[in-house]
């Protein structure tokens, strides 16, 4: 794989801890793959002693798949790629097996059933049930956020603007809904998702010999999406890092849309800080898009509260001109989306498959397939 001068420097530098705080587009999946490559094949490094961690399935299993066709499936099959959740899951098992041997990991519609009756129980507050003023996605998200900062049922619950949706809501009345619902999960013998970062971190907070085996286990440590890391994740990098292990978190301050579940975006800013030695390397060159696309975008981005500044690039010449559409509503805009692919195709003799469509939410698909259709 060619690799531009700030990527190879990305990939091959050993000075200790890094982040590579990556730009949209800018390969940052492929460095992170290339930098586990280098380790083992040209620094000798025991694949074994890599531990890589992202956030969907997919993703690991992307980057196994790229490693394999690298170093060869042997090597690559011995580098532990995960995501955050898996590997805490899977330790948890392996070592406390009576804890969490038969433990399964609840669904959505148990934890929202779970939480509608919470919020639907009868109280000298709420005689008459179902409290109207919390919706059940609401305290699901406050339920989440109090786990992704570590609090347990026996601390205050934490209230700020990343849970403005139910601040208004009496903090008291709040505590108690948190506590009835760990006990729910507690008593039922399953695991929340969350649950299973906090019960990993403090499995190893409270028995160091569990953590200094995983510390001289895994001597590399690399996070991907380092920007929608919550305060457990961080800790639980933290506690990962022994004194020679080397760290590389590769992230974008622009691209972190997760805070309401948890994620601080300052945990890239943090890093430099909590973890010594640390150098920056930024990733700033588009392989995606055009120039003007980037401009446009760059002019977005002034906006943004910047952690790191960064200037986008391309190579790939200026590309036509954007074209903002105003539609009357979903539908309309949904048919105007066919009826341009449809003339797009006719004019330039395309295939069907050469056509993409990117939507922010999962219930415009809906629309647009029937539009397509």
Known sequence: MKLTKSQLEGVENDSGNVLINSSAGSGKSSVFTARIATLIGKKGVDPESILGLTFTNEAADNMKK???KIVGKTRAEKVYLSTFHSFAYRFLKQNFPSEYGDKKIIQQWWKMQ?????IGEKSSRNPNGLDLNVRVGDMLGFISYQKANMVLPEDDVIVDDNVRYIKEIDKEYLQQAYVNYCNAVRNARVLDFDDMLVDFYYKLKNNQELANGLKNKYQYVMADEFQDTNSVQYAWL???AGSTSCVTAVGDDDQSIYGWRGAK????QRFTQGFRHTQTIRLEQNYR??????HAANSVITNNE????KKLWSDKGHGELIRIINCRNDDDEAERVAKEIITHKLRNANEWQDYAVLYRSNFQARMLEAQLR
């Open 265 to 268: 975006i300052e945990n890239i």
């Open 238 to 240: 933290r506690m990962l």
């Open 289 to 294: 898009s055009t120039s003007r696309i980037l």
């Open 306 to 309: 910047h952690l790191f500044e």
């Open 66 to 68: 790229k490693l394999i």
């Open 114 to 118: 779970t939480v509608y009756d919470i």
